[in-house]
Nanobody
Framework: QVQLVESGGGSVQPGGSLRLSCTVSGSTLEHWHIGWFRQAPGKEREGVSCIHSGGTWTEYADSVKGRFSISRDSAKNTVNLQMRSLRTEDTAVYYC???????????????????WGQGTQATVSS
């Protein structure tokens, strides 16, 4: 009943920026908690950021605090992840995921999310 599609990945130099988007289809964005996760080569999937279905509460992993910002564009049914001051260790496939908004906020626990996009590659290299 809900589909997620990531976009905006690409290649940048250290210190650069990327803006990732997660477009939600088949349902209204306000019905879902949305999270961003990433998986780098040889590493486990980790939570990056999430936004409550109400759009007013957000959470970030310590590794990205102050550099990444999550936001919602209800008119476009999209959640964005603005990534700034990128480092080589930010290189990963980035996924967005959704959990029903009438359930408890899942935070950065990946196994609490029920729907996932296909991922988009972000590469930071010199």
């Amino acid at each position: 009943q809900v589909q997620l599609v990531e976009s905006g990945g690409g290649s940048v130099q250290p210190g650069g920026s990327l803006r990732l988007s997660c477009t939600v289809s088949g349902s209204t964005l306000e019905h879902w908690h949305i999270g961003w996760f990433r998986q780098a080569p040889g590493k486990e999937r980790e939570g990056v950021s999430c936004i409550h279905s109400g759009g007013t509460w957000t959470e970030y992993a310590d590794s990205v605090k102050g550099r990444f910002s999550i936001s919602r564009d209800s008119a476009k049914n999209t959640v964005n992840l603005q990534m700034r001051s990128l480092r080589t260790e930010d290189t990963a496939v980035y996924y967005c995921a959704a959990r029903r908004g009438d359930y408890a906020m899942p935070g950065l626990w990946a196994n609490l999310y029920d729907y996932w996009g296909q991922g988009t590659q972000a590469t930071v290299s010199s």
